[in-house]
Structures are given as C-alpha cells and as structure tokens.
C-alpha cells in the first residue's frame, strides 16, 4: 500500500506527469530534468501566490511535486530486491512543504545486512543535485523502535509518517511499534512536549514579542501549533485539529481561530521562503519592509509606520495562537496528568474553589451575574500563591465575556479598587498583570493599552514592543522589590527600599509609553491618559500628581544622563530644579532603571548605571544646598579636592601647579577630582611625550585611556583609528588642549564584549598610540562593512552646525556602526577643523554625538567650511 498525496487545484499546471514518466535513469541527466521540473513547478507555484491561492492548496501542492519528483528517481534508482521502503516524515510526513521546506525521507530496510549502499547514495545524491535539500536516514524497524523510545522528537517524525514507494510491511510494522501507548504514554508524551515548549520559548525571552521574531520556533508560531495537533494525535487518535471540537477542547470559533492563525503564519512563511530564497524562517528586519509592501501595508521608503503596522500584525496573530495555545495545554495538562490529581481541591469563596492545584469558577454564569469576578480572580490568584494557575474552563470563560469590561465596567469604583489593590499586594503583581495581559483582560479595562499591544518600534533601540517592555518595566521594578539581581542593580534596590507606595511605581510604568505610535509627544499624551485614569483612583492627591508628573518625565534622568554633560553644575542645578524634591527624584531613578534595563537586554551596564547614579548623587547635593552651585563653585571645589589628595599622595605643590597652570579652567569642570589627580600623576611622572596610559575602572565596567602628547591636525584622528581597530566602543571622551600645545584627552571604552579591557588589550593600545602619535601620521581605516542587522536601519546622518561661544558646535545623530568615530574624525582632518571638546552618547545602536570644533586660528568655522564639513561627513556617514 501506498499512502500518496492527492493533486489539488494548485497542482494542475506545475509537472508535466507524462514527460516525468519518461525520464531516463542515468544519474547527471536525472538531476538535470528533476531540477528544471522544480523551479518550473516553484514558478507556477510562486504565480498562484501571487494571484492569492488558498496557503492550504500551496502547501499541499509542493508537497505533491517534490512527491512525484522523488517517486521519479525512486522508481529508476532504487536498489533491485532491496525490499526496502520509502517514507515521508516531519512536514513533508504531514503533506505541507513551504518553498524552501527541507524533504525529510525515511527508508525503513529489512534486518539483513545485504543492502546495496551505492544504489542509495546515487538516488540521495540525485535529489541533492536536483536542488530538493532531502534530509534522510535508513534505519531497521528496532532501530526505529530503540530511537523513538529514547527521543521524542524521533517519536513525534514518525508519528507523522507516511508511506511512499514500497510494500508497505515494513511501514506497518514501525508504525505499530512506535505508535504503541507503552513506549510514549500520552501522559508522558504531553510531558514531554511541554517541556521541550518550555525550553524552546526560553530560547526567545519566552515572549512573542522580539523584534526579530521566528515564525516556526518563536513562542506562538507554528511549532506551537504543531504541539498542540502531536498531542490531539497521540491521545485522541484523531489527525485533525477539529478532533479537538468533537472532544469539546474547542469551540467552533476557537477551531476557526487557530486554522485562521495557521493560515495567516503560513501565507508569510511562504512570502518570507521566497523573498529569502532560503529556508528563512526569522522575521528579520531587511525582509520586513519589504513584506509590508508586499502584503499592501504601504510604502516603506518614507516612513516606517507601514512596517510597524504590518508587524502589529503579526504579533496581534500569534499573540492570539499563544493564548489558544496555553490554555490547550492546561486542558491536556488537567485531562492527562493523572498524576497531579492528588493535588488540592477545595472551596475558596462562594465563587471560586482549588480544582487539583488550579483557579476554577464554580458557576460558568457566574462573570454574567456579576462582571466584576473577572477582576476579582487576579485578586484571589494573588492571594493564593499555592494556586498553580488558572483551570482552561476558566481561561476560556475570561475570554468569552470579555465585552463585558464596557464604559461602565471601567469606571466602577469597586472594580477600580480591586485593580489599585493588585497594585498594593507585596507578592504577585507583575504575574497577573502579565496574566492580565494575556487574558486580554488589562486591554479591555485600559483601551489606550489596546493600542500599543502588538505595537513594534522599527529600531535597533526598542528590542520589544511596547506592551511587553511595558510589562518589562513592572518586573524589574518587581525585582527591585525583591532585591533580585543586587550586582546589577544595587542602587536601585537601595532606594525602591524607600519607596512607601510602589503602586505609584507601578501606575507610571503602566503610562509611561502607552501613547506611543498616536503622534505627538508621547510623554505629554501619555501623562493626559494617566491623569484621567488616576483621578478615578482612591488615592491621595499628591500621589496622583506624582503618577503623572512620572509619565510626563520618565526620560528626563536619562537623557540628561547620556546627552548632557553632568560634571557642569549648572546642568545638574537644571535638573534638580526641575525635579523639585527628594522624593520625586527617588522615584524617577528607580523607574529609569527599569525603563533602561527594560529596553534591551544588552542596554543595561554598570557605566549607565554609574552616570545615571553621578546625576542622581548631585541632584541630592543640589536640592539640600541653600544655594545652587555655580560652575566657579564647583572648579574650585574639584581643584581643591584633588589638590588635597595629590599632596597626600607625595606631589609637590610647585609641580602640580606648573602642571595645572597648563590646563583651562574647563578641565576642572569636565574631570573629576578622581581623574584629575590620576592624569596629572602621570603627566609629572615622565616628560617623555607622547603618553599613553590605560587603567581599569571595575565598578562602571569600563577602561579609561589617557592621551597626553604634542597636539597637531588629526591627533583625535589618529586615537579614533586605533580604538575602531581594536573594535573598542567609545562611551566617553574628555578632549581638552593645554594652554602650550598639548592634548590631555580621556577615553572612556569597553571592548567588544561590552568589558574592561585586559591588561593584554590595554598594553598593546597603549604602544600602538604611542607609536602612532610619535609618528603624526593619520592612516585612514579602510571602509568597514555594515553588519547585516543594521543595514535596514542605514540612512542619513542628522548633521547640525552652529556657533556657540566663539565655537562652532558640530551635532551628529546616526545608526552607530563600525568605523563611525574614526570616519566623523577623519573628516574633521580633511576640513582642517581642530577638535577642542567631544561628547559621546550612544542609545543601544544610535550615537548622537556632540564636537566643539574651530577652524585653524581657534575661531568658529565661517559659512563655507561648514558647508564643506558637511559634504565631507555625509561622504563618510550616509548610506544609501
């Protein structure tokens, strides 16, 4: 017997059947036909998608052609009296092959040993050369047998197996074998299963929401579908989703939810396999663009919003997959985990009662007669940490009287009071708003929260969307509270341990980004949605006004942080007036921390934390002043302490004072006392220019590297080259000129792994600068290639020139890439422009970059030269 796939509609124009039939046997000339038969068959199939054909009929249809095309070489180059059997597994087992789809083969052989090896490798050999990717294996019934039993993914492909060529003894045997219930138990199956879900969605954040999702292994693709179909099989019996429906794990809508999920994944992964021409199964960002065009959502060269409302998309499809998804496998879970059934059960309230370990609604009427236990089950869930989750009847009657969260739902008192309680529970919280959220609960109840579920941001700097880094933000605050993670997050612990009401907290990373993607300035619009919302809250009214002044300010720390410089007084007295009070500051560091640390998992570093800590020590400084410090304050407080220590330290006043007489004032404005006294030991240590020196600063995670030589045109040029070389990322950079001609320039890097660097590293930086700067030769670098997960991202620079104290200020924002600080220096050389101050800033994989720059005489550069300096960058910085 043969179990062959039936020709659909699709099929009816892609083989000529009876020119295959006549195809010869040699091996060269076999390939050569089989190969143009596929691509003429892929073109057929590639013009049916884009005419619309059903993804079902697709599917299907490519897996019949590689059926006839492999049954074609099987027939003229099998092995004579081999006795053996030819079968399909994993997809092509299931009859549903993608344009680029591996071809799994099974060949089941007799126990003898007499097989002629050769006569197989040529037929394996021909379906590579006819470019059909088969992945094979030739076991022996036991072997398969010993396999399935050890391994169950081998027991899950042969599960799927179906028979092509061959009499069929063989295939029944193993399939009798594998498919009995002593080798693989459902229980055990389902057990199984569940954990390898577990550990492939750990691989993925255990989110939908990366930015770079993968539509068959990621958390909500197809894999997920598959599970849910492997264990309907292996215990039903049954090889249809709809077996779910007539055993009463689905409703018809649930049914028709998930073939529509499985169909909309499948008709992108067939998009996605040809635009890659490749077995691409990751969303990546050069491919999304052009999806968005291709699936109608606009024009992507202007503006980044079609993409972002293609991937919403996306994630709003496989966000509802997930939650089909989870509460199968709590229904499997409860149906055949017979084992768990001595766990407890009993009565909680009048509503709700234990059920094995689980939350179950007694009365299924219950959300109908009183909407507002739909709410109150996040309250009980938190109450009871001993509840393992919630039982799948109740999941599903969550979901179904959802539209009863309606206006006046969400503005009852009570159900109000509810939600600020979750907030005030000391254990749970970031579990059931994350359930919540899953549920779909929290987006009926907040509607500007529905807005931005699903929402992606098309940048290297947002590595989730915004609902999840919403979320996010809530479990590290969480953490906090716990005091999790204290090497990374020590001084947020310390001061989240001062916070009397961390519902304030909560509320405000709850707004803080929930207007994102309207327009307008998010903070504002977010600040408007948070007061509206609190002003229904039983709260005091000076925490309300806390919740929203948060949401309005949630980037000020930050950016004050990272894009000004804080060692100026005037720039921390700014902030410190702007945040007004202990308190406010106490909070706004915290959720900054989190907000950081929420954005990216790699964004987060002991130098954020250190800058973020220096503003937030000076801000308390300044706010329990009497009166502010003004820059000549602060010099001369900065002068005296490291006067004080160098003294202690065995300098002589005469020598640090010739040295510093040397130095402008803003030197003691821009290094602190610390650095201050490290660099001008070294410059009274030796009189051998030019110097270079490294050290390790552990506690930030960061090196600083001294340059004290004769200045000349391309000196910052040269130390750029060399830090680019050894692929070193700039952080920092203290560029100051002495009075007779000298550089006293500080670099703050990490290596490439985001580390200190070694002392190996450190000591080869060092003797490659000296040497270069001996010499004053500039060596331009030779263009270095844009890594491929920037390249979407590549476009213009943000170039501003202005004059500003007899200066001129050069501003530049752009993707960060290899090569960029040495190609902005190198054109400041080209221009002739000297370089008198920098400042670096860089956002996950944006810089925006600050220079004080002159012409030759020191004075600011005039029209033309910045005309000129202009051309120059762009030359360097645009792509495309």
Request: net charge negative; aromatic share 8%; proline share 4%.
């Amino acid at each position: 017997m043969t179990e062959r796939l039936s020709a659909v509609p699709a099929t009816r124009d892609c083989l000529d059947m009876a020119a295959l039939a006549e195809l010869a046997a040699d091996p060269s000339v076999l390939a050569g036909a089989l190969g143009a038969m596929r691509r003429d068959a892929d073109r057929e199939l590639e013009r049916a998608f884009a005419a619309e054909t059903d993804i079902r009929e697709l599917v299907h249809a490519r897996a019949w052609v590689m059926e006839q095309l492999i049954l074609a070489a099987w027939e003229r180059l099998a092995p004579v009296n081999g006795d053996l059997e030819l079968c399909a597994v994993g997809g092509f087992g299931r009859g549903e092959l993608h344009p680029h789809s591996d071809v799994d083969l099974l060949i089941l052989r007799p126990d003898s040993n007499d097989l002629d090896e050769s006569a197989l490798e040529r037929f394996i050999q021909v379906l590579w050369d006819a470019g059909l990717h088969p992945g094979q294996s030739v076991r022996t019934v036991p072997e398969c047998v010993a396999e399935a039993a050890g391994d169950v993914g081998v027991a899950t492909n042969l599960m799927e197996s179906r028979l092509l060529a061959g009499n069929g003894v063989l295939f029944e045997a193993m399939r009798k074998a594998t498919d009995a219930p002593a080798l693989w138990p459902a229980a055990e199956f389902f057990s199984a299963k569940s954990q390898e879900q577990e550990e492939r969605h750990a691989q993925f954040e255990d989110t939908i929401y990366n930015l770079e999702p993968n539509l068959k292994e990621g958390p909500g693709g197809l894999r997920d579908m598959q599970m849910i179909a492997w264990v309907t099989r292996r215990h039903f019996g049954t090889s249809t989703l709809h077996g779910l429906v007539e055993h009463e794990f689905l409703s018809e809508r649930e049914h028709e939810d998930l073939v529509a999920g499985r169909d909309y994944l499948w008709r992108l992964r067939w998009a996605l396999h040809e635009q890659a021409g490749r077995a691409e199964e990751r969303l990546l960002f050069e491919h999304q663009r052009r999806l968005a065009e291709r699936f109608g959502y606009g024009d992507c060269t202007e503006s980044n919003q079609p993409v972002e409302q293609f991937m919403q998309g996306y994630y709003r499809h496989v966000m509802q997959l997930a939650r089909l998804n989870e509460r199968l496998l709590q229904a499997f879970e409860e149906e055949l985990l017979v084992g768990r059934r001595h766990l407890p059960s009993a009565d909680i309230d009048e509503h709700f009662r234990l059920q094995h370990g689980y939350l179950e609604l007694k009365d299924p009427h219950a959300f109908v007669l009183e909407p507002r236990l739909i709410m109150r089950m996040f309250l009980v869930l938190s109450d009871h940490p001993e509840l393992r989750g919630v039982r799948a009847n109740t999941i599903r009657l969550v979901r179904d009287h959802l539209y009863l969260i309606d206006e006046n739902y969400r503005n009852d008192p009570e159900v109000l009071d509810m939600f600020l309680t979750l907030l005030r529970k000391p254990r749970k919280v970031y579990s059931q708003l994350a359930r919540m959220n899953r549920y779909g609960v929290l987006a009926a109840l907040l509607p500007e929260y529905a807005q931005i579920t699903g929402r992606m941001q098309f940048d290297l700097f947002h590595v989730y969307t915004v609902d999840q880094h919403t979320l996010f933000v809530i479990r590290n605050l969480r953490r906090f509270a716990y005091a999790k993670h204290p090497d990374r997050f020590a001084h947020a612990i310390e001061i989240f341990q001062r916070i009397e009401w961390p519902e304030v907290l909560y509320l405000a990373a709850l707004f803080h980004d929930i207007a994102k993607g309207r327009g307008g300035d998010h903070s504002e619009l977010g600040a408007e949605d948070a007061s509206r919302f609190v002003a229904r809250l039983d709260m005091p009214d000076e925490d309300r006004e806390l919740v929203v002044w948060l949401v309005r300010e949630h980037l000020l720390m930050s950016r004050t942080s990272q894009r000004e410089d804080i060692s100026d007084p005037e720039v921390v007295n700014r902030f410190a007036d702007t945040v007004a009070s202990r308190r406010r500051l106490d909070h706004l560091f915290v959720l900054t921390v989190a907000d950081i640390a929420a954005t990216s998992p790699k964004l987060w570093n002991s130098w954020k934390d250190s800058l973020l800590w220096e503003l937030y020590v000076g801000a308390v400084e300044a706010l329990e002043r009497d009166q502010p410090v003004d820059r000549q304050t602060s010099l001369d407080e900065t002068r005296a302490e490291a006067e004080s220590m160098l003294l202690e330290r065995g300098a002589a006043r005469p020598g640090i004072d010739d040295c510093w007489k040397q130095l402008p004032d803003r030197a003691f404005l821009r290094l602190d006392p610390e650095q201050l006294v490290w660099t001008t030991e070294r410059v009274l240590a030796t009189t051998a220019l030019p110097q270079v020196a490294c050290r390790r600063h552990q506690d930030k995670g960061i090196s600083e590297v001294f340059v004290h030589a004769e200045d000349f045109p391309g000196l910052f040029a040269v130390v750029a080259r060399e830090l680019d070389r050894m692929q070193l990322n700039v952080l920092a950079a203290r560029v100051i000129t002495t009075r007779d001609g000298k550089s006293w320039d500080l670099f703050q890097v990490m290596d490439a792994n985001g580390q200190p660097l070694n002392d190996s590293d450190a000591g080869r930086l060092e003797h490659s600068l000296i040497e270069q700067l001996a010499a004053k030769r500039v060596r331009p670098l030779p263009p270095r290639p844009v890594p491929r997960r920037l390249q979407p991202f590549m476009g213009k620079a943000e170039i501003d020139l202005r004059k500003s104290d007899g200066m001129t200020e050069l501003e530049i924002a752009a993707t960060d890439r290899p090569g960029l600080l040495s190609a902005i220096a190198e054109a400041l050389v080209a221009c002739g422009a000297r370089l008198h101050d920098a400042r670096i800033a860089t956002f996950g994989q944006r810089v925006e970059d600050m220079f004080t720059i002159s012409d030759a005489d020191g004075a600011a550069l005039n029209n033309e030269a910045c005309q000129t300096l202009e051309k120059e960058l762009r030359q360097r910085l645009d792509v495309g």
